[in-house]
């Protein structure tokens, strides 16, 4: 092999390398990946409706970072509120901005 074809493969080893370790490396940012998970339902323990914001507390299943399109029901008396965008710590909490009540 002359040393021209063996740097050329080289190189084409190393782009094949980086090319499969780019495309099977999940996103970092976790901003990006909480965006992804859109429709969310979260059931929650307590539930205080303070529109256009709603906050649950002792929510399941427990979700982390931003959701959008979350539905967040009370487990109490089934009222359910609609919230385009929302964040959710775990099973602790899910806080929903520009909410609308749905049915109860």
């Known amino acids: 092999m002359t040393c ?7 190189v084409l080893a190393a782009v094949l390398g980086a090319s499969a370790l780019i495309l ?5 940012d976790p901003v990006q990946a909480g965006a992804e998970r859109a429709g969310e339902i979260s059931v929650c323990e307590q539930v205080e409706p ?5 906050q ?5 299943p427990g979700q982390w970072g931003p959701v959008l399109d979350v539905t967040i029901v009370d487990r109490r008396n089934n009222d359910t509120y609609r919230c385009p965008t929302g964040a ?5 909490w899910v806080s929903g901005e520009n909410c609308r009540f749905l049915r109860g």
């Open 88 to 92: 959710a710590e775990g099973s602790l």
């Open 50 to 54: 303070r529109i256009p914001q709603v």
């Open 4 to 10: 021209r074809a063996l740097a050329v493969s080289t």
């Open 24 to 28: 099977t490396t999940p996103p970092a």
């Open 56 to 60: 649950g507390r002792n929510c399941n």
